[in-house]
């Protein structure tokens, strides 16, 4: 039995939806659907990896059939070298073998890769069909299957092909982070010391204090479930006011311009998301010194926090020219100058459009004169 449920709600319009969090949560996904009006009898095409469904997806199906669903599996793989528009074409396969129809659903139970490649293929399913995600690794739990990003790699780039197609309902059950690797978990926690650094300084200070940032079973069950809760709101809040990325939305990808780069460059699969997310911050860190626009001193906090986590904080060694044109093809470049979330103190960041090509230069070649 699950004890009672956080729900954070996603102001977005027109279909609001609910962040559902609790240990236990996912024996009611049945419920929890019926409960955001999702109709019963409809076909549902669940999506996940063996590493998930060989742990959960029984007692999933079985909450689904329980309430009235008609649920179908598909268990795909799902590294981030398979987030492919080839891997979209394998759940579009199986929803047209289910008959899935306009009002039928698909659920994404798994990490942010399930997430991101089953909402893009519910997105472009029949022009649209309705997705729920139910995140099985820290980092999509607090990130990838909020907001309503999906999306998959293109070579040239990370999620260079995606829609925004927002979920009827995110359900979180913390207890499923048992069985994911330890790496994965303190992954996951770099998306969460975002959260503090771009908005949320009282969280920042909770993760100092916290014993187990960098091992699951260290950490207190209540203390993890107030850090999810801390991050969802976060993210509720920020989509809330900016759904499509037009301004604000874009503090959320603090980190993640260097952090592409790095896995850009380094090959998908060498570093996972969140490891370069922690190099990408400490990067922008080193940048924004080099600026005047952070002390020294913070920027040695988000340091000693990203390592007691576990998490890499040494630059790759990649050339300068090479980090240059990596970063042009960035998502977020606009009229050739790129998009940088730059630290201004823990809790607040700022979006800069005129960082200089030199600057970078001269940031990038000092860090790999240090990594020589
Ligand atoms: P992932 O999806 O690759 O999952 C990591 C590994 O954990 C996989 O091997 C998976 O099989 C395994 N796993 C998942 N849950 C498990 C569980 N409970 N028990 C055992 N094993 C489990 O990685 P991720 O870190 O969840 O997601 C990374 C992806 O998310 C990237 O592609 C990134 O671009 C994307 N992302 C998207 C958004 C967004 O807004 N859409 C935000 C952040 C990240
Ligand atoms: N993960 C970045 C975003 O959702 O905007």
Redesign the pocket.
């Given at each position: 039995m699950h004890q009672t449920l956080h729900r954070i709600p996603v102001k977005v319009n027109p279909q609001p939806y609910e962040i559902v969090i609790g240990a236990g949560s996912i024996q009611s996904i049945g419920k929890e659907l019926v409960k955001a009006g999702i109709r019963k009898g409809i076909k549902i095409l669940v999506v996940t990896?063996k590493?998930?469904a060989v742990?959960y997806s029984d007692i999933f199906l079985q909450s689904l059939s329980e309430s009235g669903y008609d649920p179908h599996l598909l268990v795909i793989e799902?590294?981030?070298d398979q987030?492919t528009p080839e891997s979209v074409a394998l759940i579009h396969d199986a929803a047209y073998t289910a008959k899935l129809e306009r009002g039928s659903l698909m659920i994404a139970l798994?990490?942010?890769?399930?997430?991101?490649m089953t909402g893009f293929a519910a997105a472009t399913w029949l022009r649209g069909i309705s997705i729920v995600q139910v995140p099985?690794?820290l980092?999509?739990m607090v990130?990838?299957a909020i907001?309503g990003?999906?999306g998959v790699n293109h070579t040239g780039g990370?999620?260079l092909i995606g829609a925004f197609h927002q979920p009827r309902l995110v359900l979180i059950d913390p207890s499923?982070?048992k069985?994911?690797?330890e790496r994965?978990f303190r992954?996951?926690m770099a998306?969460v010391i975002k959260y503090g650094v771009i908005g949320d300084s009282k969280l920042f200070d909770l993760l100092e204090t916290c014993k187990g940032l960098n091992k699951l079973s260290a950490l207190n069950d209540q203390v993890l479930e107030e850090i999810i809760i801390h991050s969802c709101s976060s993210k509720a809040n920020i989509v809330a006011l900016d759904e499509h990325e037009s301004g604000l939305r874009a503090i959320l990808n603090y980190g993640h311009t260097f952090g592409h780069v790095i896995e850009t460059l380094c090959g998908y699969g060498t570093w996972?998301?969140?490891e370069a997310v922690s190099i990408g911050m400490v990067t922008i860190g080193e940048l924004a010194i080099q600026l005047d626009s952070w002390s020294k001193e913070e920027a040695n906090r988000q340091k000693a926090l990203l390592k007691k986590t576990g998490l890499p904080t040494e630059w790759p060694s990649i050339n300068g020219e090479d980090v240059l044109r990596s970063l042009q093809g960035d998502k977020k470049v606009k009229g050739g100058n790129i998009c940088f979330i730059m630290p201004k103190r823990i809790g607040e960041v700022e979006i800069k459009y005129d960082i200089t090509n030199d600057s970078i230069r001269e940031c990038i070649s000092r860090l790999n004169y240090q990594v020589q």
């Open positions: 990896n590493d998930v742990p799902a590294g981030e987030k798994g990490g942010g890769v399930v997430g991101d099985t690794t980092l999509a990130d990838a907001g990003k999906t990370k999620n499923t982070l069985t994911l690797p994965e992954a996951g998306e996972l998301h969140g």
